[in-house]
C-alpha cells in the first residue's frame, strides 16, 4: 500500500478503551487523537499505566478500542474484523516486545527465516541480521545469544518482512543501559535505512533525544509533544 505524502500514516480520533474490573470501570485510554507519519521515529513516554502499551496494541491491530477511530492509511481499524486484522499484521507491521519471544531450536538466522516465508517482499534474513549488527551471529542459537544480542535477533524479524510500521514495545526494558544502547542503535540504523515509520514507548525519559518527535502520555491521554531539532545518536545518550 502506498504511503500518500504528507498524510498521517495513523489517524486517531477520540479512541477511548475501557475494561471492567468487577464494579469497577477502568479508563486506559481517555479520547486520544493522534497522527503519525511516513518514516518518523517516534518515542511515547510514560509511567507505567498511563496507557502507551495500550495505544501500541490498538495501532497494531492486536487489540481494538472501545469507542473512538483509528485508521491506517485506508484501513479502518476499528471497522476491520479478525481475518483483515491478521492480514494487517502480516502484511504491515513488524512488532519488537520487552522479551524476545525467539525459538529456542532455530539459529539466529532460523528465527529470522521463519518470518520472511509468510512475508509478501521480504530482505534477506542476512541482510536483516547484517542491519542490526549480527552478520558474525547468524549461525548462533538463542542460548548462546546474549540478552541485547537475542534482542537484536528480534528487531532483525520484525524487520525484514518490510514492515510499514514498527511498533516497539519496552525494548530495553529488560536490558541494563549498555546493552541496551546496541540495541536502540539498531532500531536507530533500521529506521534511517528502511524508512520504516517507528514507534519506541519506554519510561525512560533519556531515550527520547534519539526521537524525531516525542509523545509523552499521562492517566490515558496525551499529555505532551515536543520536536526534537536534531536526532541524538542513541550511542551517545546517557541513561
Same mark, same amino acid.
Given at each position: ?10 489517524? $486517531?480520533?477520540?479512541? $477511548?478503551?475501557? #475494561? ?13 487523537? +493522534? ?6 521515529? =517516534?518515542?511515547?513516554?510514560?509511567? !507505567? ?5 495500550? @495505544? +501500541? ?14 485508521? #491506517?492509511?485506508? =484501513?479502518? +481499524? ?5 481475518? /483483515?486484522?491478521?492480514? #494487517? ?15 529456542? !531450536?532455530? $539459529? ?8 520472511? %516465508? ?6 534477506? &534474513? /542476512?541482510?536483516?541480521? %547484517? *542491519? ?16 541485547? /544480542?537475542?534482542?537484536?535477533?528480534? =528487531?532483525?524479524?520484525? =524487520? ?5 510500521? @514498527? +511498533?516497539?514495545? /519496552? ?25 520504516? $515509520? ?27 509533544? #515536543? ?6 545518536? &542513541?550511542?551517545? *545518550?546517557?541513561?
Amino acid at each position: 500500500m502506498p504511503v500518500t505524502p504528507n498524510r498521517p500514516v495513523f489517524h $486517531t480520533a477520540g479512541l $477511548t478503551k475501557t #475494561y471492567r474490573q468487577g464494579e469497577v470501570e477502568v479508563f486506559a485510554l481517555r479520547g486520544v487523537d +493522534l497522527d503519525l507519519f511516513d518514516g518518523e521515529l =517516534i518515542v511515547m513516554l510514560g509511567a !507505567s499505566g498511563s496507557g502507551k502499551s495500550t @495505544l +501500541l496494541n490498538i495501532l497494531g491491530g492486536l487489540d481494538v478500542p472501545t469507542s473512538g477511530e483509528v485508521q #491506517y492509511q485506508d =484501513i479502518d +481499524l476499528t471497522q476491520a474484523g479478525d481475518r /483483515e486484522l491478521t492480514r #494487517y499484521r502480516r502484511d504491515y507491521v513488524g512488532f519488537v516486545f520487552q522479551f524476545y519471544n525467539l525459538i529456542p !531450536s532455530l $539459529t539466529a538466522r532460523e528465527n529470522v527465516i521463519a518470518v520472511t %516465508e509468510i512475508a509478501r517482499n521480504p530482505m534477506r &534474513p /542476512e541482510a536483516a541480521l %547484517e *542491519l542490526v549488527g549480527l552478520a558474525h551471529r547468524m549461525d548462533h542459537f538463542p542460548a548462546q545469544l546474549s540478552g541485547g /544480542e537475542q534482542q537484536r535477533v528480534a =528487531i532483525a524479524r520484525a =524487520i525484514a518482512k518490510r514492515p510499514q510500521v @514498527l +511498533l516497539c514495545d /519496552e525494548p530495553t526494558g529488560a536490558l541494563d543501559s549498555a546493552t541496551g544502547t546496541l540495541v536502540l542503535a539498531a532500531l536507530d540504523a533500521a529506521n534511517r535505512e528502511t524508512g520504516t $515509520t517507528t514507534v519506541i514507548i519506554t519510561h525512560n525519559a533519556s531515550i527520547a533525544q534519539m526521537a524525531d518527535r516525542v509523545i509523552t502520555l499521562s492517566d490515558g491521554m496525551i499529555s505532551g509533544e #515536543y520536536r526534537n531539532s536534531t536526532r541524538q545518536d &542513541p550511542r551517545t *545518550l546517557s541513561w
